[in-house]
């Protein structure tokens, strides 16, 4: 099954505290689209790149099979840029810089191949583009939407309006307090509920995420990792992870949305191995299914 990721496609600059690169790729719908990618569905994006951005990285994109039609190139803007600095235990991370450049007045219209997409992910990004996109989409199998500090703080009430509409919510921890001013996390993702998506997912970082709705919840544990080198982008390749599963075995049952949170997690823990997709250029699926068979035999008791 097809799969739509709406995102950012970005150049970042990223700090840890024993390295600095700049201008390396990145964005939300990068992320997600490169990890939705290793599930064999046709991936497509839709984001906007400025005249600084290197066709190196779109070439990339497009060898792991990525449809980029709905990608445009403004040839006298400039790209997003986002730099971020970790501190010393890799767990906070500072936004030094958000420019949305192009994005800010990027109104995309959906190329009419795209239109009966089942499965839609909507990255992080300006949440009336979220909207606009749900809107231009069919009849949508599964439609599920991220969001971030930035977007609750900056656009709240266009936020609301795209959540609505949502069929699942993923955000991280310190994003659901945020949103509901809730500190006990089950009471943020019935506050969330509330705002009308069917199931919210909670990331804990390297405390797994958990998912509930009205009548479930479930807990996945985090892939054991000693060697992390950048989390930049986790969030998302777990997002792209999980629909690209969901998206391959055509299947939103309660058993299929908990292994795709498993398949979510061990895309993620090779993402942040290494700084932007750069990780990712070099796994295999066998190594995926080896992580997954690893964090399925820890949950066993
Ligand atoms: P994460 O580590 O999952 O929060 O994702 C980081 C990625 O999201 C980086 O590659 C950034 O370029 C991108 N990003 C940062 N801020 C935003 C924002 N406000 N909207 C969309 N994408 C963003």
Same mark, same amino acid.
């Given at each position: 099954?097809?799969?739509?990721?709406?995102?950012?496609?970005?150049?970042?600059?990223?700090?840890?505290?024993?390295?600095?690169?700049?201008?390396?790729?990145?964005?939300?719908?990068?992320?997600?689209?490169?990890?939705?990618?290793?599930?064999?569905?046709?991936?497509?994006?839709?984001?906007?790149?400025?005249?600084? @951005?290197?066709?190196?990285?779109?070439?990339?994109?497009?060898?792991?099979?990525?449809?980029?039609?709905?990608?445009? =190139?403004?040839?006298?803007?400039?790209?997003?840029?986002?730099?971020?600095?970790?501190?010393?235990?890799? $767990?906070?991370?500072?936004?030094?810089?958000?420019? !949305?450049?192009?994005?800010?007045? @990027? $109104?995309?219209?959906?190329?009419?191949?795209?239109?009966?997409?089942? /499965? +839609?992910?909507?990255?992080?990004?300006?949440?009336? +583009?979220?909207?606009?996109?749900?809107?231009?989409?069919?009849?949508?199998?599964?439609?599920?939407?991220?969001?971030?500090?930035?977007?609750?703080?900056?656009?709240?009430?266009?936020?609301?309006?795209?959540?609505? =509409?949502?069929?699942?919510? %993923?955000?991280?921890?310190?994003?659901?307090? +945020?949103?509901?001013?809730?500190?006990?996390?089950?009471?943020?993702?019935?506050?969330? !509920?509330? /705002?009308?998506?069917?199931?919210?997912?909670?990331?804990?970082?390297?405390?797994?995420?958990?998912?509930?709705?009205?009548?479930?919840?479930?807990?996945?544990?985090? /892939?054991?990792?000693?060697?992390?080198?950048?989390?930049?982008?986790?969030?998302?390749?777990?997002?792209?992870?999980?629909?690209?599963?969901?998206?391959?075995?055509?299947? %939103?049952?309660?058993?299929? %949305?908990?292994?795709?949170?498993?398949?979510?997690?061990?895309?993620?823990?090779?993402?942040?191995?290494?700084?932007?997709?750069?990780?990712?250029?070099?796994?295999?699926?066998?190594? %995926?299914?080896?992580?997954?068979?690893? !964090?399925?035999?820890?949950?066993?008791?």
């Amino acid at each position: 099954m097809g799969i739509l990721i709406v995102g950012t496609i970005t150049l970042d600059t990223v700090q840890t505290p024993t390295e600095k690169v700049e201008d390396v790729l990145g964005g939300s719908g990068t992320y997600a689209a490169v990890a939705a990618s290793f599930f064999g569905n046709p991936v497509r994006l839709i984001g906007v790149v400025g005249a600084d @951005f290197p066709s190196t990285y779109t070439d990339f994109l497009q060898t792991r099979g990525i449809d980029l039609e709905g990608v445009t =190139r403004v040839q006298d803007g400039k790209s997003f840029r986002w730099g971020g600095k970790y501190t010393d235990d890799l $767990n906070v991370r500072d936004t030094l810089f958000t420019e !949305l450049n192009i994005v800010a007045d @990027f $109104n995309p219209v959906l190329p009419d191949t795209y239109k009966d997409t089942s /499965y +839609l992910f909507l990255a992080n990004d300006p949440p009336q +583009l979220q909207l606009s996109i749900i809107e231009q989409v069919s009849n949508p199998k599964l439609v599920v939407s991220d969001t971030m500090d930035f977007w609750i703080n900056e656009q709240r009430e266009a936020l609301e309006k795209t959540i609505e =509409r949502v069929d699942i919510l %993923i955000l991280n921890d310190s994003e659901a307090k +945020l949103l509901t001013g809730e500190s006990n996390l089950l009471h943020a993702a019935r506050a969330i !509920l509330r /705002y009308g998506p069917k199931r919210v997912i909670i990331k804990k970082g390297e405390h797994g995420a958990i998912s509930i709705t009205e009548t479930s919840f479930f807990s996945a544990p985090a /892939y054991p990792l000693t060697e992390v080198t950048d989390p930049t982008g986790a969030g998302d390749s777990f997002a792209g992870g999980f629909m690209g599963y969901l998206a391959s075995v055509d299947d %939103i049952s309660e058993g299929s %949305i908990r292994k795709a949170m498993m398949y979510g997690t061990v895309v993620a823990s090779f993402n942040i191995e290494d700084f932007s997709i750069n990780r990712q250029k070099s796994v295999q699926f066998s190594e %995926i299914e080896a992580r997954y068979q690893k !964090l399925q035999d820890a949950v066993q008791f």
